[in-house]
């Protein structure tokens, strides 16, 4: 599964119906047929099924051609260093934190939780920021199917 389409279930922009790509080896081309075929489309989301990796030019290709599209992109905090930055400050953007310990922090709700993020060498690129846990959109995730959730269609 490399491209299928779907309402969006998590975060800010959920019920947009949106256009999933899930592998860098689809193309600009692959992307136009599938949204001249579905007209409802209006967001598409790069990095699908679990930040995989991004082909940035056709990234580009897609925010020149689609205008009033949201274009997303979902990258691991591994990886944002490999991807050109203007083009993240350009697009939304959603940095994924894998940690298998994460699902205790929903365990532990409704007590007082913050997420605090850091640079793990305080004195290199000096950042901190700390927000409230209850501040996350939380997902019910029942619905969801591997990579996709139950109802997106699979188009390649």
């Not at 119906?17 to 992307?31: A, D, K, M, Q, S």
């Not at 930055?85 to 699902?103: A, C, D």
């Not at 690129?125 to 109802?151: I, Q, S």
């Given at each position: ?60 290709d897609c925010r020149r ?92």
């Amino acid at each position: 599964m490399r491209l299928w389409v779907g309402k969006e279930m998590e975060g800010e922009y959920k019920g947009t119906y949106t256009l999933f790509v899930g592998h860098p080896n689809i193309g600009f081309e692959e992307i136009k047929k599938a949204i001249s075929d579905r007209p409802t489309v209006c967001q598409i989301y790069f990095g699908a099924g679990g930040c995989t990796k991004i082909n940035q030019e056709v990234v580009r290709d897609c925010r020149r051609w689609y205008k009033t599209f949201l274009i997303t992109m979902e990258v691991s905090i591994k990886q944002l260093d490999k991807y050109d930055f203007s083009l993240l400050r350009n697009v939304n953007l959603i940095v994924t934190f894998n940690q298998k310990n994460v699902y205790l922090i929903g365990k532990m709700i409704p007590h007082k939780v913050q997420i605090k993020l850091q640079t793990e060498k305080p004195d290199e690129n000096r950042f901190l920021a700390l927000t409230d846990f209850n501040a996350f959109d939380d997902t019910n995730v029942d619905k969801l199917l591997g990579k996709k959730y139950v109802g997106d269609i699979v188009i390649k």
